[in-house]
């Protein structure tokens, strides 16, 4: 089964930009992989932020933006505020397979 | 407004069973298929099972290994895990989600199962 590996933690200061990336044991991340993110906020059950890479729901802050990235699906927060800390996941597809969450970034704002 | 409300979690001695249910309300449940995820304490997010909206087309994750069965009940707008032979390894919180297609649109807000003697 592939691994996913996201970064395990990320400080951004208020205001700031930062940029989570996800990347696969198989080889160049693509938007076959169907990339998806999430965000988990403490006591919490996670939220779907971006799906098929960079598709928003109506519900996520236009500040969030996803897409690929040397090989990688990226996550990029632009102008973070206090109330972006939290953890985020990615998920990707893999044809024929399951599924495959990374383990998963911890974002601080400070 | 969409809810997925899960239950059937709960304290098991290893080598036990439990079912989970997740209650659907608010759209057409019998049109989405729908996933199972579970959470370790402190760990992330893995993927469990997913199932197609007759019911006919089941998946699973590798470690489940025959061991869990997900169903659904149209007519009830509910989810089903049937977990059996559980190990500590699958204490965890499992989250139901609905799945407008490709999307992962809505999570439940998880129902906690502790396998312990």
């Known amino acids: 089964q592939a691994v996913v590996t996201q970064e395990t933690s990320l400080t951004v200061s208020p205001g700031g930009t930062v940029i989570l990336t996800c990347a696969s044991s198989t080889g160049a991340v693509t938007s076959g992989h169907y990339p998806y993110w999430f965000q988990q906020k403490p006591g919490q059950a996670p939220r779907t932020l971006i799906y098929?890479?960079?598709n928003k729901h109506s519900w996520t802050p236009a500040r969030f933006s996803g897409s690929l990235l040397g090989g990688r699906a990226a996550l990029t927060l632009s102008g973070a505020q206090p109330e972006d800390e939290a953890d985020y996941y990615c998920l990707l597809s893999y044809t024929g397979a399951r599924p495959v969450f990374g383990g998963g970034t911890r974002l601080t704002v400070l | 407004e969409v809810q997925l409300v899960e239950s059937g979690g709960g304290l098991v001695r290893p080598g036990g069973s439990l079912r989970l249910s997740c209650e659907a309300s608010g759209f057409a449940f019998k049109t989405y298929w729908m996933y199972w995820v579970r959470q370790g304490p402190g760990k992330g997010l893995v993927y469990v099972s997913r199932?197609?909206?007759?019911?006919?087309?089941?998946h699973y994750a590798d470690f489940v290994k025959g061991r869990f069965t997900i169903s659904r009940d149209n007519a009830k707008s509910t989810l089903y895990l049937q977990l059996t032979s559980l190990s500590a390894e699958d204490t965890a919180v499992y989250y139901c989600?609905?799945?407008?297609?490709?999307?992962?649109?809505?999570w439940g807000q998880g129902t906690l199962v502790t396998v312990s003697s």
């Open positions: 989600i609905r799945d407008e297609p490709g999307t992962f649109d809505y």
């Open positions: 199932i197609n909206t007759d019911g006919n087309i089941t």
């Open positions: 098929d890479m960079r």
